[in-house]
Nanobody, 121 residues
Framework: QVRLVESGGGSVQTGGSLRLSCAVS????????MAWFHQAPGKQREAVAS???????SHADSLKGRFAISRDNAKRNLYLQMNSLKPEDTGMYYC???????????????WGQGTQVTVSS
């Protein structure tokens, strides 16, 4: 059973930084496609960034330059470095994992419980 546990959320002022972590257990971490999703209050969950099993990353266009996803296979951890935070970044951040399919990575097989980020102006 894959288990994902997020940490690192909190309350910051506009312009601040946070680093989210996701600890993974129950599967060979290096074989998982990993991603972060954001769900703002009253809105649908949206993809923030992803990283495949080769370390190739992808970030939402609106977040490029402010957010960076990374992974440490030895520590079985996924990270999201968030800089220059804005009030619209407020919401729950979810770690997600998926097993690679024949046609590429899939990121929605497993979910964490989420960590809350609040950015005040």
């Amino acid at each position: 059973q894959v288990r994902l546990v997020e940490s690192g959320g909190g309350s910051v002022q506009t312009g601040g930084s946070l680093r989210l972590s996701c600890a993974v257990s129950g599967y060979t971490f290096g074989g998982l496609c990993m991603a972060w999703f954001h769900q703002a209050p009253g809105k649908q969950r949206e993809a923030v960034a992803s990283i495949d099993t080769n370390g190739t990353t992808s970030h939402a266009d609106s977040l490029k330059g402010r957010f960076a996803i990374s992974r440490d296979n030895a520590k079985r951890n996924l990270y999201l470095q968030m800089n220059s935070l804005k009030p619209e970044d407020t919401g729950m951040y979810y770690c997600a994992a998926g097993i690679r399919r024949i046609n590429g990575c899939y990121y929605r097989d497993y979910w964490g419980q989420g960590t809350q980020v609040t950015v005040s102006s």
